[in-house]
C-alpha cells in the first residue's frame, strides 16, 4: 500500500518509511505523487497544522493522505517552542541553530526543571475526506550540550534515559519516539478497517 505524505521534508519521508515498511506500506512524498506546492501552517495546534496540510494534498489528488505536525514542548517554557518549533530560532535556521538557542533559553534551568515532550500529531484523511487524527508522545528533557549525529531537529539535546535521539540508532529512536507511536496507531486503524496493509 502506498502513502501520499503531505510533506517534502527529507528526514520526515525517510523516517516514515522505516516506521511503516514493515507493514508493507510504501511512504511517497506529495511532490512525487504530484502536489508540488508548500502550506502554509498557520494553525494554533499541531493538529490544527497538520489537517492544514493534508486538506490542501487531498484537494489537489483527490486520494487519501497523511500529514504530520510535530514539535517540542518545554516545561520551562511554558510548552515553547512548540507548534513554532522549527521557527523557534527564526525562519530559515539550521537544526543546529534551533538547539543552541534552545539551550541558551535554559542555560540557568537546573536539571529537575528541564523536562520535555516531543509531540506528534498525524492527520489522516481517507478516500472521502474524512479526518482521523493519531496522538504519539516522547517524555525526555533537555541536555546541556548536544549529542550524537543521528537524527535530526532538536535530537541532539533532547534526552531520553542516557541517550539523546541523536545518539541511538534509527531503530531504537522509532521504537520510543512521538512520531513512532502515532504512525503505530495509525497502522492499527488501518489493518482493523481491513485496508490492505499487512496483517
Excluded: W
Excluded at 525517510?14 to 506529495?30: N, W, Y
Excluded at 531504537?172 to 512520531?179: G, Y
Excluded at 513512532?180 to 490492505?196: M, S
Amino acid at each position: 500500500m502506498k502513502v501520499i505524505l503531505a510533506s517534502n521534508n527529507k528526514n520526515k519521508i525517510r523516517e516514515m518509511q522505516q516506521i511503516l515498511a514493515p507493514f508493507g506500506m510504501e511512504v511517497i512524498s506529495q511532490k512525487e505523487a504530484g502536489a508540488d506546492f508548500e502550506v502554509e501552517e498557520n494553525g494554533t495546534t499541531f493538529a490544527e497544522n497538520a489537517e492544514l496540510k493534508a486538506r490542501a494534498v487531498y484537494e489537489r489528488l483527490g486520494v487519501p493522505v497523511i500529514a504530520d505536525d510535530s514539535g517540542l514542548a518545554v516545561d520551562a517554557l511554558n510548552g515553547a517552542p512548540g507548534v513554532y518549533s522549527h521557527r523557534y530560532a527564526g525562519e530559515n535556521a539550521t537544526d543546529e541553530e534551533r538547539c543552541q538557542k534552545l539551550l541558551c533559553e535554559l542555560k540557568n534551568v537546573p536539571a529537575e526543571q528541564r523536562t520535555a515532550r516531543f509531540l506528534c500529531e498525524i492527520c489522516y484523511l481517507d478516500e472521502n475526506g474524512d479526518k482521523h487524527f493519531f496522538t504519539g508522545s516522547c517524555e525526555g528533557f533537555i541536555g546541556t550540550e548536544p549529542k550524537g549525529s543521528n537524527g535530526f531537529g532538536y535530537d541532539p539535546v533532547f534526552c531520553s534515559g542516557d541517550k539523546t535521539l541523536a545518539e541511538m540508532t534509527d531503530e531504537e529512536k522509532n521504537r520510543i519516539s512521538h512520531r513512532g507511536k502515532a504512525l503505530r496507531l495509525f497502522q492499527a486503524y488501518l489493518k482493523e478497517r481491513n485496508t490492505d496493509v499487512d496483517k
